[in-house]
Nanobody, 127 residues
Framework: QVQLVESGGGLVQAGGSLRLSCAAS????????MGWFRQAPGKEREFVVG????????DYTDSVKGRFTISRDNRKNTVSLQMDSLRPEDTAIYYC????????????????????WGQGTQVTVSS
């Protein structure tokens, strides 16, 4: 099990950028696939992006492709989400999640595949 703490959320105008970070505790972070999910008011939590524990594979939901970039630093036990060209529809609570016991290059997309979750950080994009 890992504990996850997100940071970096805030209020930004449309077209702006934010960088979210997720700090993980635990010695086995390197073997966890990591993902970011988001949940907007009145909507279900949705997959945004994931990265395999090898770091070699990533997967993005279509609406953020070309605008968001995920990265991980296994030495620092962190995963980051660079969000550019933000839109009002990106407004949501963003959650960091960790999945263990998977193949090194696999990117889980379903929330049920993730074992540990952060508390979330609010991202608000004004028009």
């Amino acid at each position: 099990q890992v504990q996850l703490v997100e940071s970096g959320g805030g209020l930004v105008q449309a077209g702006g950028s934010l960088r979210l970070s997720c700090a993980a505790s635990g010695r086995t972070f390197i073997t966890y696939a990591m993902g970011w999910f988001r949940q907007a008011p009145g909507k279900e939590r949705e997959f945004v992006v994931g990265i395999s524990w090898s770091g070699l594979n990533t997967d993005y939901t279509d609406s953020v492709k070309g605008r968001f970039t995920i990265s991980r630093d296994n030495r620092k036990n962190t995963v980051s989400l660079q969000m550019d060209s933000l839109r009002p529809e990106d407004t949501a609570i963003y959650y960091c999640a960790a999945a263990r016991g998977l193949q090194s290059d696999y990117v889980p997309q379903s929330s049920s595949e993730y074992d540990d979750w952060g508390q979330g950080t609010q991202v608000t994009v004004s028009s």
